[in-house]
Nanobody, 120 residues
């Protein structure tokens, strides 16, 4: 009953900027932590950034100072502002969230991903 849909990916040159969005919908009671992961071809899926329900944030070392995660609780949406993009940032980016439903069901949900490609 919960869906996460990412948007905002695309092709950008090195040094460019993208802003990803992920909107949650369905029978939602509350959302805890929200996260962004990424997965490059042939590599594992890695945590990029996370934000808890109180607004506290954490980042993968390689994106610190370049990426900013934020959330709009009224819209059930998490964002990832990506500045100074590098070719190494190329990956499919996935949204992830801890969600409690109206019926007491708690679980972690994933979006289907959005492609980010950074050219040199």
């Amino acid at each position: 009953q919960v869906q996460l849909v990412e948007s905002g990916g695309g092709l950008v040159q090195a040094g460019g900027v993208l802003r990803l969005s992920c909107a949650a919908s369905g029978s939602i009671s509350s959302i805890g932590a929200m996260r962004w992961y990424r997965q490059a071809p042939g590599k594992q899926r890695d945590l990029v950034a996370g934000i808890n329900s109180g607004g506290g944030t954490s980042y993968r070392d390689s994106v610190k100072g370049r990426f900013t995660i934020s959330r709009d609780n009224a819209k059930n949406t998490v964002y990832l502002q990506m500045n100074s993009l590098e070719p190494e940032d190329t990956a499919v980016y996935y949204c992830n969230a801890d969600v409690s439903t109206r019926w007491g069901r708690a679980g972690t949900y994933w979006g289907q991903g959005t492609q980010v490609t950074v050219s040199s």
